[in-house]
């Protein structure tokens, strides 16, 4: 028997908290400023140390670069907000009624609102005494998975019940997430009124120095090209985007590729970021804008941007199919 003056004890559930990178809560100078200055003073993200970079990102970086990034950002913005937001919103609603009886699904960011910790906090108050991590990156990398889960740990250490816990593993050659990918890009191609030369899978850049310090990103990145390759029977060339700063990043670079392709008789291409779980920033300003306007500035004739899996019912089947593996034992 409970003593009637016990605490309420919720009835035991399962957490899923789907977790993305984050984004500013407007598309203001203000709003990227403060988002910025959470995200690159990650020590993951940058791995100088912090006498040397915060001079730095104080200064130069967080007085020139909000104002042109928000400029970026509401070229993309939503009725509904930011679309990386809008989306994973929209993901984690979608996987909800997918995982009864017992299970419910959340979603958080790593920097920005929803916070990891206050997405824990509400769903251990819902009784949820084990819960599945979910950072929605195909491919590991300590500046996005790592640093994900030490957000994850770093609220746990501050509760006094904990739940158990669980990590979902990176899915860069699942046969269900290259299927799913393979799919959603035949459905694209097909509604063009072109049909490309080249396909080109651009990937997020991370340093060079990152694969020299054996982080699996890159390596992860190039057997996804070459399994959506196989898949889809088509030529496809991989390139890695979004370089910042002076260090040597990963490459080739999708926008020199771009500027280059037509100078090798390219004249029509689409391009796909197998990378990203749902569109963003990166994908909808830097590559479906930027990247048009570079690729037909040299020369092209046709480009096409082909959307991420998003919340679409090959990528929400998907990720249920990736989620519910590491749900075994937790969940019939």
Same mark, same amino acid.
């Given at each position: 028997?409970?003593?009637?003056d016990?605490?309420?004890?919720?009835?035991?559930?399962?957490?899923?908290?789907?977790?993305?990178?984050?984004?500013p809560?407007?598309?203001?100078?203000?709003?990227?400023?403060?988002?910025?200055?959470?995200?690159?003073?990650?020590?993951?993200?940058v791995?100088?140390?912090?006498?040397?970079?915060?001079?730095?990102?104080?200064?130069?970086?967080?007085?020139?670069?909000?104002?042109?990034?928000?400029?970026? =950002?509401?070229?993309?913005?939503?009725?509904d907000?930011?679309?990386?937001?809008?989306?994973?919103?929209?993901?984690?609603?979608?996987?909800?009624? *997918?995982?009864?009886?017992?299970?419910?699904?959340?979603?958080?960011?790593?920097?920005?609102?929803?916070?990891?910790?206050?997405?824990? +906090?509400?769903?251990?108050?819902?009784?949820?005494?084990?819960?599945?991590?979910?950072?929605?990156?195909?491919?590991?990398?300590?500046?996005?998975?790592?640093?994900?889960?030490?957000?994850?740990?770093?609220?746990?250490a501050?509760?006094?019940?904990?739940?158990?816990?669980?990590? *979902?593993?990176?899915?860069?050659?699942?046969?269900?997430?290259?299927?799913?990918?393979?799919?959603?890009?035949?459905?694209?191609?097909?509604?063009?009124?072109?049909?490309?030369?080249?396909?080109? +899978?651009?990937?997020?850049?991370?340093?060079?120095?990152?694969?020299?310090?054996?982080?699996?990103?890159?390596?992860?990145?190039?057997?996804?090209?070459?399994?959506?390759?196989?898949?889809?029977?088509? #030529?496809?060339?991989?390139?890695?985007?979004?370089?910042?700063?002076?260090?040597?990043?990963?490459?080739p670079?999708?926008?020199?590729?771009?500027?280059?392709?037509?100078?090798?008789?390219?004249?029509?291409?689409?391009?796909?970021?197998p990378?990203?779980?749902?569109?963003?920033?990166?994908?909808?300003?830097?590559?479906?804008?930027?990247?048009?306007?570079?690729?037909?500035?040299?020369?092209?004739? #046709?480009?096409? =941007?082909?959307?991420?899996?998003?919340?679409?019912?090959?990528?929400?089947?998907?990720?249920?199919?990736?989620?519910?593996?590491?749900?075994?034992?937790?969940?019939p």
């Amino acid at each position: 028997m409970i003593p009637a003056d016990h605490p309420a004890v919720p009835v035991p559930a399962i957490g899923v908290l789907v977790v993305n990178l984050g984004t500013p809560d407007a598309p203001t100078p203000s709003a990227v400023r403060r988002y910025l200055a959470e995200f690159l003073s990650d020590r993951r993200v940058v791995e100088l140390p912090p006498i040397l970079w915060q001079p730095i990102l104080r200064g130069a970086v967080l007085t020139t670069r909000p104002r042109k990034s928000a400029h970026a =950002y509401s070229q993309v913005w939503r009725e509904d907000g930011s679309p990386l937001a809008a989306i994973t919103r929209a993901q984690a609603l979608a996987l909800a009624p *997918l995982f009864p009886p017992g299970g419910i699904v959340d979603h958080a960011m790593r920097y920005g609102k929803p916070a990891i910790a206050e997405r824990i +906090a509400a769903l251990r108050e819902k009784g949820c005494d084990r819960i599945l991590i979910a950072p929605l990156y195909p491919q590991y990398c300590a500046a996005t998975t790592a640093t994900a889960n030490d957000a994850v740990f770093a609220a746990l250490a501050r509760m006094r019940w904990q739940p158990a816990i669980r990590t *979902l593993p990176p899915y860069h050659d699942d046969p269900a997430y290259i299927a799913a990918l393979a799919a959603s890009i035949e459905t694209g191609l097909a509604a063009l009124d072109f049909t490309p030369d080249v396909i080109l +899978a651009s990937f997020h850049g991370m340093p060079q120095r990152t694969l020299e310090q054996g982080d699996p990103y890159h390596c992860h990145c190039q057997k996804t090209a070459r399994l959506l390759r196989d898949a889809l029977g088509r #030529d496809l060339r991989i390139a890695f985007q979004s370089r910042f700063g002076a260090a040597k990043w990963l490459g080739p670079a999708t926008d020199a590729t771009l500027a280059a392709l037509p100078g090798e008789g390219v004249r029509r291409v689409a391009v796909v970021a197998p990378g990203f779980s749902a569109d963003c920033l990166e994908t909808l300003e830097e590559v479906a804008i930027r990247g048009r306007e570079t690729f037909l500035h040299a020369g092209g004739s #046709d480009f096409a =941007y082909l959307p991420c899996l998003n919340d679409s019912p090959d990528g929400i089947e998907m990720l249920r199919i990736v989620l519910a593996r590491q749900l075994e034992g937790w969940l019939p």
